[in-house]
Protein backbone atom coordinates (compact mmCIF):
# COMPACT_ATOMS: atom_id res chain seq x y z
CA UNK A 1 0.00 0.00 0.00
CA UNK A 2 3.23 2.56 -0.15
CA UNK A 3 3.94 1.79 -3.91
CA UNK A 4 2.83 4.61 -6.03
CA UNK A 5 0.63 1.89 -8.29
CA UNK A 6 -1.60 1.59 -4.50
CA UNK A 7 -4.97 1.90 -5.34
CA UNK A 8 -6.69 5.13 -4.50
CA UNK A 9 -9.11 4.47 -1.41
CA UNK A 10 -12.45 6.54 0.04
CA UNK A 11 -13.80 6.22 3.07
CA UNK A 12 -17.46 6.90 3.23
CA UNK A 13 -18.48 7.37 6.96
CA UNK A 14 -15.27 7.87 9.11
CA UNK A 15 -16.31 7.33 12.49
CA UNK A 16 -15.18 5.52 15.40
CA UNK A 17 -14.20 2.43 12.62
CA UNK A 18 -14.22 4.16 9.56
CA UNK A 19 -11.43 6.38 11.88
CA UNK A 20 -9.95 3.74 13.25
CA UNK A 21 -8.79 2.35 9.89
CA UNK A 22 -7.70 5.38 8.71
CA UNK A 23 -5.30 6.28 11.34
CA UNK A 24 -4.13 3.10 11.29
CA UNK A 25 -3.02 3.61 7.66
CA UNK A 26 -2.25 6.93 8.53
CA UNK A 27 0.28 5.88 11.09
CA UNK A 28 1.60 3.09 8.54
CA UNK A 29 3.01 6.20 5.94
CA UNK A 30 0.15 4.58 3.47
CA UNK A 31 -1.68 7.93 2.86
CA UNK A 32 1.70 9.32 2.15
CA UNK A 33 2.50 8.18 -1.26
CA UNK A 34 -1.26 7.46 -1.98
CA UNK A 35 -3.63 10.13 -0.61
CA UNK A 36 -7.27 9.05 0.60
CA UNK A 37 -10.87 10.85 0.83
CA UNK A 38 -12.45 10.65 4.08
CA UNK A 39 -16.07 11.73 4.22
CA UNK A 40 -18.77 12.69 7.28
CA UNK A 41 -21.30 14.67 7.49
CA UNK A 42 -19.82 17.68 9.80
CA UNK A 43 -17.03 19.98 9.09
CA UNK A 44 -15.35 19.89 12.69
CA UNK A 45 -14.79 15.80 12.05
CA UNK A 46 -13.42 16.99 8.15
CA UNK A 47 -11.59 19.49 9.30
CA UNK A 48 -9.80 16.92 12.38
CA UNK A 49 -9.42 14.56 9.12
CA UNK A 50 -8.00 16.98 6.96
CA UNK A 51 -5.12 17.58 8.92
CA UNK A 52 -4.00 13.93 9.50
CA UNK A 53 -1.17 13.56 6.34
CA UNK A 54 -2.66 12.05 3.33
CA UNK A 55 -6.41 12.51 4.17
CA UNK A 56 -8.72 15.33 2.26
CA UNK A 57 -11.77 15.24 4.76
CA UNK A 58 -15.13 16.19 3.05
CA UNK A 59 -17.90 17.36 5.13
CA UNK A 60 -21.32 16.60 2.84
CA UNK A 61 -22.86 18.97 4.94
CA UNK A 62 -20.73 21.62 3.21
CA UNK A 63 -20.68 19.36 -0.10
CA UNK A 64 -23.93 17.20 -0.78
CA UNK A 65 -21.65 15.76 -3.57
CA UNK A 66 -18.81 14.75 -1.20
CA UNK A 67 -19.95 11.18 -1.39
CA UNK A 68 -20.72 10.47 -5.06
CA UNK A 69 -17.49 12.84 -5.65
CA UNK A 70 -14.98 10.34 -3.66
CA UNK A 71 -16.34 7.35 -4.61
CA UNK A 72 -15.99 8.45 -8.65
CA UNK A 73 -12.13 8.41 -7.93
CA UNK A 74 -11.68 5.25 -5.70
CA UNK A 75 -10.38 1.89 -6.67
CA UNK A 76 -11.85 1.18 -3.54
CA UNK A 77 -14.35 2.58 -0.85
CA UNK A 78 -14.81 1.77 2.66
CA UNK A 79 -18.70 2.35 3.95
CA UNK A 80 -18.23 3.33 7.09
CA UNK A 81 -21.66 4.30 7.92
CA UNK A 82 -24.48 2.88 10.80
CA UNK A 83 -25.78 -0.20 8.66
CA UNK A 84 -29.40 1.30 8.73
CA UNK A 85 -28.14 4.40 6.71
CA UNK A 86 -26.03 1.50 4.30
CA UNK A 87 -28.56 1.20 1.48
CA UNK A 88 -29.04 4.80 1.34
CA UNK A 89 -25.65 5.66 0.83
CA UNK A 90 -25.04 2.30 -1.43
CA UNK A 91 -27.86 3.84 -3.89
CA UNK A 92 -26.54 7.52 -3.40
CA UNK A 93 -23.00 6.55 -4.89
CA UNK A 94 -24.15 3.64 -7.43
CA UNK A 95 -24.21 5.64 -10.73
CA UNK A 96 -20.94 7.53 -9.78
CA UNK A 97 -18.65 4.13 -9.19
CA UNK A 98 -15.82 3.33 -11.37
CA UNK A 99 -16.21 0.25 -13.58
CA UNK A 100 -14.66 -2.64 -11.37
CA UNK A 101 -14.16 -0.25 -8.52
CA UNK A 102 -14.33 -2.59 -4.95
CA UNK A 103 -16.65 -1.69 -2.38
CA UNK A 104 -15.80 -2.75 0.83
CA UNK A 105 -18.56 -3.23 3.98
CA UNK A 106 -17.32 -2.44 7.19
CA UNK A 107 -21.56 -2.35 8.46
CA UNK A 108 -22.58 -5.08 11.02
CA UNK A 109 -25.64 -7.35 9.88
CA UNK A 110 -25.53 -5.91 6.14
CA UNK A 111 -25.32 -8.88 3.78
CA UNK A 112 -23.79 -8.91 0.28
CA UNK A 113 -26.83 -9.76 -1.33
CA UNK A 114 -28.03 -6.22 -0.40
CA UNK A 115 -24.92 -4.81 -1.50
CA UNK A 116 -25.22 -6.01 -4.95
CA UNK A 117 -28.74 -5.89 -4.97
CA UNK A 118 -27.98 -2.07 -4.92
CA UNK A 119 -24.83 -1.19 -6.43
CA UNK A 120 -24.41 -2.04 -10.36
CA UNK A 121 -23.03 -5.42 -11.92
CA UNK A 122 -19.32 -3.37 -12.59
CA UNK A 123 -19.04 -2.98 -8.83
CA UNK A 124 -16.93 -5.62 -6.49
CA UNK A 125 -18.51 -6.38 -2.98
CA UNK A 126 -16.21 -7.18 -0.41
CA UNK A 127 -17.94 -7.75 3.04
CA UNK A 128 -15.26 -7.26 6.10
CA UNK A 129 -15.75 -7.06 10.03
CA UNK A 130 -12.81 -5.22 11.50
CA UNK A 131 -12.30 -4.03 14.77
CA UNK A 132 -10.88 -0.66 16.46
CA UNK A 133 -7.48 -2.12 17.67
CA UNK A 134 -6.92 -0.68 13.88
CA UNK A 135 -5.84 2.71 15.37
CA UNK A 136 -2.41 0.94 16.86
CA UNK A 137 -1.92 -1.62 14.01
CA UNK A 138 -3.84 -4.51 16.07
CA UNK A 139 -6.86 -4.58 13.92
CA UNK A 140 -7.93 -8.36 13.70
CA UNK A 141 -10.74 -8.02 10.25
CA UNK A 142 -12.50 -10.61 9.12
CA UNK A 143 -13.00 -10.37 5.17
CA UNK A 144 -15.67 -12.16 2.83
CA UNK A 145 -16.06 -12.08 -0.93
CA UNK A 146 -19.24 -11.56 -3.07
CA UNK A 147 -20.02 -12.97 -6.00
CA UNK A 148 -17.57 -11.03 -8.03
CA UNK A 149 -14.49 -10.77 -6.22
CA UNK A 150 -11.81 -12.31 -7.85
CA UNK A 151 -8.47 -13.51 -5.79
CA UNK A 152 -7.05 -9.95 -7.20
CA UNK A 153 -9.84 -8.04 -5.24
CA UNK A 154 -9.37 -10.14 -2.51
CA UNK A 155 -5.73 -9.46 -2.18
CA UNK A 156 -6.36 -6.21 -2.65
CA UNK A 157 -8.83 -5.49 0.38
CA UNK A 158 -6.39 -7.59 2.25
CA UNK A 159 -3.44 -5.52 1.59
CA UNK A 160 -5.27 -2.61 3.10
CA UNK A 161 -6.75 -4.08 6.52
CA UNK A 162 -3.18 -5.97 6.28
CA UNK A 163 -1.74 -2.59 6.94
CA UNK A 164 -3.83 -2.30 10.16
CA UNK A 165 -3.32 -6.08 11.62
CA UNK A 166 -4.45 -9.51 10.52
CA UNK A 167 -7.25 -10.80 8.61
CA UNK A 168 -9.17 -13.79 8.28
CA UNK A 169 -10.98 -14.85 4.63
CA UNK A 170 -13.96 -16.35 5.72
CA UNK A 171 -17.39 -17.02 3.85
CA UNK A 172 -19.37 -14.74 4.21
CA UNK A 173 -21.93 -17.04 6.56
CA UNK A 174 -19.37 -16.75 9.15
CA UNK A 175 -19.10 -12.96 9.00
CA UNK A 176 -21.57 -12.96 11.81
CA UNK A 177 -20.07 -15.18 14.16
CA UNK A 178 -16.64 -13.71 13.56
CA UNK A 179 -18.54 -10.35 14.26
CA UNK A 180 -19.46 -11.45 17.81
CA UNK A 181 -15.74 -12.50 19.00
CA UNK A 182 -13.61 -10.12 17.09
CA UNK A 183 -15.72 -7.45 15.94
CA UNK A 184 -17.23 -6.58 19.12
CA UNK A 185 -14.58 -8.08 21.15
CA UNK A 186 -12.71 -5.08 22.05
CA UNK A 187 -15.73 -4.01 23.64
CA UNK A 188 -15.64 -6.69 26.10
CA UNK A 189 -12.02 -5.98 27.03
CA UNK A 190 -12.82 -2.90 27.86
CA UNK A 191 -16.42 -4.18 29.98
CA UNK A 192 -13.52 -6.26 31.52
CA UNK A 193 -11.46 -3.76 32.76
CA UNK A 194 -13.73 -1.31 33.38
CA UNK A 195 -15.34 -4.04 36.11
CA UNK A 196 -11.64 -5.17 37.51
CA UNK A 197 -11.41 -1.30 37.83
CA UNK A 198 -14.52 -0.67 39.85
CA UNK A 199 -13.11 -3.42 41.92
CA UNK A 200 -9.73 -1.76 42.65
CA UNK A 201 -11.56 1.19 43.65
CA UNK A 202 -14.01 -0.83 45.95
CA UNK A 203 -10.56 -2.09 47.59
CA UNK A 204 -9.64 1.34 48.45
CA UNK A 205 -7.10 2.30 45.60
CA UNK A 206 -7.02 5.77 43.85
CA UNK A 207 -8.77 5.78 40.24
CA UNK A 208 -4.98 6.60 39.12
CA UNK A 209 -3.80 3.75 41.05
CA UNK A 210 -6.56 1.37 39.68
CA UNK A 211 -5.81 2.36 36.31
CA UNK A 212 -2.36 1.49 36.66
CA UNK A 213 -3.31 -1.90 38.37
CA UNK A 214 -5.54 -2.69 35.97
CA UNK A 215 -4.20 -1.65 32.99
CA UNK A 216 -0.75 -2.79 33.40
CA UNK A 217 -2.09 -6.24 34.06
CA UNK A 218 -4.14 -6.82 31.38
CA UNK A 219 -1.29 -5.20 28.84
CA UNK A 220 1.66 -7.49 30.93
CA UNK A 221 -0.61 -10.26 30.35
CA UNK A 222 -1.75 -10.17 26.86
CA UNK A 223 2.29 -9.40 25.84
CA UNK A 224 3.26 -12.39 27.86
CA UNK A 225 0.84 -14.07 26.16
CA UNK A 226 1.86 -13.36 22.66
CA UNK A 227 5.76 -13.74 23.74
CA UNK A 228 5.29 -17.24 25.30
CA UNK A 229 4.48 -20.28 23.85
CA UNK A 230 2.04 -22.04 26.64
CA UNK A 231 -1.39 -21.81 25.86
CA UNK A 232 -3.75 -19.40 28.16
CA UNK A 233 -4.88 -22.18 30.05
CA UNK A 234 -1.14 -22.79 31.39
CA UNK A 235 -0.54 -19.37 31.90
CA UNK A 236 -3.95 -19.52 34.48
CA UNK A 237 -2.53 -22.46 36.21
CA UNK A 238 1.23 -20.89 36.79
CA UNK A 239 -0.76 -17.67 38.52
CA UNK A 240 -3.19 -20.13 40.54
CA UNK A 241 -1.52 -21.54 43.09
CA UNK A 242 -3.29 -24.95 44.71
CA UNK A 243 -5.14 -23.86 47.57
CA UNK A 244 -4.02 -20.31 47.03
CA UNK A 245 -5.88 -16.70 46.55
CA UNK A 246 -6.69 -16.67 42.47
CA UNK A 247 -8.05 -20.02 43.41
CA UNK A 248 -11.01 -18.80 45.29
CA UNK A 249 -11.22 -15.61 42.78
CA UNK A 250 -11.84 -17.97 39.81
CA UNK A 251 -14.10 -20.28 41.36
CA UNK A 252 -16.23 -17.19 41.87
CA UNK A 253 -15.98 -16.16 38.48
CA UNK A 254 -16.72 -20.46 37.66
CA UNK A 255 -19.76 -20.07 39.76
CA UNK A 256 -21.46 -16.89 37.88
CA UNK A 257 -21.17 -18.82 34.96
CA UNK A 258 -17.70 -17.32 32.83
CA UNK A 259 -17.58 -19.84 30.26
CA UNK A 260 -21.81 -19.84 29.85
CA UNK A 261 -21.90 -15.98 29.83
CA UNK A 262 -19.64 -15.19 26.58
CA UNK A 263 -21.56 -18.27 24.59
CA UNK A 264 -25.05 -16.05 25.52
CA UNK A 265 -23.45 -12.87 24.78
CA UNK A 266 -22.06 -13.79 21.41
CA UNK A 267 -25.97 -15.17 20.76
CA UNK A 268 -27.14 -12.34 21.59
CA UNK A 269 -24.80 -10.08 19.64
CA UNK A 270 -25.56 -12.61 16.99
CA UNK A 271 -29.22 -12.26 16.99
CA UNK A 272 -29.15 -8.40 16.78
CA UNK A 273 -27.00 -9.13 13.71
CA UNK A 274 -29.83 -10.92 12.21
CA UNK A 275 -31.90 -8.41 12.81
CA UNK A 276 -29.86 -5.73 11.33
CA UNK A 277 -29.55 -8.16 8.25
CA UNK A 278 -33.79 -7.74 8.40
CA UNK A 279 -33.03 -4.04 7.78
CA UNK A 280 -34.42 -3.29 11.94
N1 LIG B 1 -17.41 0.73 16.12
C1 LIG B 1 -16.90 -0.49 15.93
O1 LIG B 1 -16.11 -1.00 16.75
C2 LIG B 1 -17.25 -1.26 14.71
C3 LIG B 1 -18.17 -0.80 13.79
N2 LIG B 1 -18.45 -1.50 12.66
C4 LIG B 1 -19.39 -0.97 11.67
O2 LIG B 1 -18.89 0.26 11.22
C5 LIG B 1 -19.97 1.08 10.82
C6 LIG B 1 -19.83 2.45 11.44
O3 LIG B 1 -19.90 2.29 12.85
P1 LIG B 1 -19.19 3.35 13.79
O4 LIG B 1 -17.92 3.81 13.17
O5 LIG B 1 -19.18 2.76 15.13
O6 LIG B 1 -20.27 4.55 13.73
P2 LIG B 1 -20.02 6.12 13.88
O7 LIG B 1 -21.34 6.73 14.15
O8 LIG B 1 -18.90 6.37 14.82
O9 LIG B 1 -19.53 6.54 12.41
C7 LIG B 1 -20.41 6.72 11.35
C8 LIG B 1 -19.92 7.91 10.58
O10 LIG B 1 -20.71 8.04 9.41
C9 LIG B 1 -20.86 9.42 9.13
N3 LIG B 1 -22.01 9.56 8.27
C10 LIG B 1 -23.33 9.60 8.61
N4 LIG B 1 -24.08 9.69 7.51
C11 LIG B 1 -23.23 9.69 6.45
C12 LIG B 1 -23.38 9.73 5.04
N5 LIG B 1 -24.59 9.79 4.46
N6 LIG B 1 -22.28 9.70 4.28
C13 LIG B 1 -21.05 9.62 4.82
N7 LIG B 1 -20.84 9.59 6.15
C14 LIG B 1 -21.91 9.62 6.94
C15 LIG B 1 -20.99 10.06 10.49
O11 LIG B 1 -20.59 11.41 10.38
P3 LIG B 1 -21.16 12.55 11.36
O12 LIG B 1 -20.78 12.12 12.75
O13 LIG B 1 -20.47 13.77 10.91
O14 LIG B 1 -22.65 12.54 11.18
C16 LIG B 1 -20.03 9.21 11.34
O15 LIG B 1 -18.75 9.79 11.42
C17 LIG B 1 -21.26 0.39 11.24
O16 LIG B 1 -21.89 -0.14 10.11
C18 LIG B 1 -20.80 -0.69 12.19
O17 LIG B 1 -21.60 -1.84 12.12
C19 LIG B 1 -17.82 -2.68 12.37
C20 LIG B 1 -16.90 -3.18 13.24
C21 LIG B 1 -16.58 -2.57 14.49
O1 LIG C 1 -21.81 -2.95 17.80
C1 LIG C 1 -21.85 -3.05 16.58
O2 LIG C 1 -22.93 -3.26 15.98
C2 LIG C 1 -20.56 -2.97 15.79
C3 LIG C 1 -20.26 -4.25 15.06
C4 LIG C 1 -19.16 -4.90 15.83
C5 LIG C 1 -18.69 -3.85 16.72
N1 LIG C 1 -19.43 -2.79 16.66
Excluded: C, H, W
Excluded at 20 to 43: C, M, Y
Excluded at 153 to 173: K, Q
Amino acid sequence: MTSTNAPSIAFLGTGSMGGAILSGLVASGATATSPVIATNRTPEKAAALSKLEGVTGVALNENPEGNREAAAGADIILIGVKPGMVPDLLAEIAPALKPGAIVVSLAAGVTIATFESILPDTAIVVRSMPNTPAVVGRAVTGIAPGTRADAAAMAAVRAVFETVGEVLEVAEDRIDALSTISGSGPAYVFALIEALTAAAIEKGFSPEEADLLVQGTFRGATELLAASDQTPTQLRINVTSPKGTTERALAVMSDAGLDQMFIRATDAALARAKELAAGS
